[in-house]
């Protein structure tokens, strides 16, 4: 990465920090994915259950290939049939750790995120006992109204490109039409501003690119 944009993310970053602390989060800044990881896995106890639920940054750090060696985990892809996955899905919502990514963070210490079932974003708000949020600097916004666009316009459409048997018109033009479809994934759309009980949820801010 070069010197300039390494620095650029770094006082950037902190700063959301700084912002994400003052509305009861914690948050922390890792110039790197590897330590992003340690840092994660400092902050999940050793006895935990951890499930997720949209968190491809996550994966991109090697978060869930730790977790899933390390501890008890709720992980629906290890499911073969529908049923089953709802189920484990349901499970992730007792989890005591839940690691999710972030659609969009407004520089000022606001989250958005978008669901097409809503498991991920009932996790954030209600049910596990701890949260974390890996989430890359190009996720983070100067404003929130920039971070409900980038959620809505890049990381919805961009998302979509996922599941091709579900047709959308994002996915045909990868453009948003702020559709009614029965396929659409933008169901609920969450902006969490702050943080109660205190520090319930937590950030990890990494200097790098990371999911959609």
Not at 36 to 55: H, Q, R, S
Not at 117 to 123: C, F, L, M
Not at 171 to 195: E, F, W
Request: net charge neutral; aromatic share 6%; hydrophobic share 40%.
């Amino acid at each position: 990465m070069e010197q300039s944009m390494k620095l650029f993310y770094e006082k950037r970053g902190q700063l959301l920090v700084k912002n994400l602390r003052s509305r009861h989060f914690d948050a922390y800044y890792c110039d790197t994915k590897e330590a992003a990881l340690e840092k994660a896995l400092e902050l999940i106890p050793a006895d935990a259950t951890v499930g997720w639920g949209g968190a491809i940054s996550a994966v991109q750090i090697g978060l869930m290939d730790a977790v899933k060696s390390g501890y008890k985990v709720y992980d629906r892809d290890t499911c073969t049939t529908l049923e089953d996955r709802v189920k484990m899905m349901k499970k992730c919502l007792t989890a005591d750790v839940f690691l999710t990514g972030a659609n969009a963070i407004s520089l000022d210490g606001q989250m958005v995120n978008i669901d097409g079932n809503g498991n991920r974003v009932a996790a954030i708000v209600y049910g596990p006992d701890s949260v974390i949020v890996v989430a890359g600097m190009n996720k983070v916004m100067d404003t929130l109204e920039d971070a409900i666009r980038r959620a809505r316009t890049i990381a919805a459409p961009m998302n979509k490109q996922r599941f091709p048997d579900n047709e959308t018109p994002c996915h045909v033009t990868g453009t948003c039409a702020d559709c009614k479809s029965a396929d659409c994934i933008c169901n609920q759309i969450l902006i969490t501003r702050h943080c109660r009980p205190a520090g319930r949820i937590r950030f990890i801010i990494v200097g790098e690119e990371l999911g959609l």
